[in-house]
């Protein structure tokens, strides 16, 4: 620096020759100590995106040594829908009912004041075609649950099939 200019600043410039390709790069000086933090938070994050990624839907559980699974289509579903009640009186809403054969199991549906909707429910296996007998549940399939009274025999159907079906339960799951 000269003493015309005492606060430049002074740069240097590296320049490359014509023949070669590369340029001139510099790392800062932390990269190498945060490199391992960055691959630990970029795994964390891809963990919790694989997770995330989970269904609400939990199967009805079955032991698979003994689950022969039907060959060909599955058989259509039923779509069941009705009223409800607990202890003679309509059932309260926002309460959990679900519907099971053997191996197959229908998703969960929320209950409205007295009546539940969308219960869709069909055979997975040779076992519920055989048995053919439908539970309802009012609880969780991981909790507390209570049986309904009525059950309901399973039979082919040519086509997806609204079926309304008024239940019964003796009390509320005590959970």
Known sequence: ??????????????????????????????WPRLRPHLILIIAALLVA????????????????????????????????????????????????????????GSGNSTTLEGEYVQLILGPVSVDDIEHGVIGFYLGTREGDHVKADQTWEWSAIAQPTNQVLDLSFPHLPDS
Not at 11 to 30: G, L, V
């Open 1 to 30: 620096m000269s003493a015309q200019y005492p606060h430049a600043i002074s740069i240097k410039i590296r320049s490359s020759d014509a023949n070669s390709s590369s340029r001139a790069t510099s790392t800062h000086p932390a």
């Open 49 to 104: 995106v694989i997770l995330g990624c989970t269904s609400d839907v939990e199967p009805t559980p079955y032991d698979r040594d003994l689950f022969t699974p039907i060959t060909g289509p599955p058989p259509l579903p039923i779509i069941f829908a009705g009223k409800f009640t607990v202890a003679g009186e309509p059932g309260p809403a926002d309460q959990t009912i679900y519907a099971e054969f053997i191996h197959g």
